[in-house]
């Protein structure tokens, strides 16, 4: 079985930062790609940004220069730090991986339970 646990959501102030963690873990072979997606209500969960397979980042448009991405491979782990926050960028934020597990053949997706950002204008 395998588990993500984010931390770190809550309330803060326009302009104001946060930093999310997300925690992997489980039976795992191999973690592909790790990242952050992000949902409002009413609309679909759009990615954030992740670790591509390469190692390299993505980033959405909205958060580019102001979200940074960071992973620990020792630990699987990877956080997201937050700066220069507005009020579009409240909604739950959700921990993805795509990875193996001893048992799986192939990479699968997997979430966490999501942690809420609210930032208040």
């Known amino acids: 079985q395998v588990q993500l646990v984010e931390s770190g959501g809550g309330l803060v102030q326009a302009g104001g930062s946060l930093r999310l963690s997300c925690a992997v873990s489980g039976r795992i072979s191999s973690i592909n790609q790790m990242g952050w997606f992000r949902q409002v209500p009413g609309k679909q969960r759009e990615e954030v940004t992740h670790?591509?397979?390469?190692?390299?980042?993505n980033y959405a448009d909205s958060v580019k220069g102001r979200f940074t991405i960071s992973r620990d491979n020792a630990k699987n782990t990877v956080s997201l730090q937050m700066d220069s926050l507005t009020p579009e960028d409240t909604g739950v934020y959700y921990c993805?991986?795509?990875?193996?597990?001893?048992?799986?053949?192939?990479?699968?997706?997997?979430w966490g339970q999501g942690t809420q950002v609210t930032v208040s204008s």
């Open positions: 670790f591509r397979s390469t190692g390299t980042q």
């Open positions: 993805w991986a795509f990875l193996k597990t001893i048992w799986s053949a192939a990479d699968e997706n997997y």
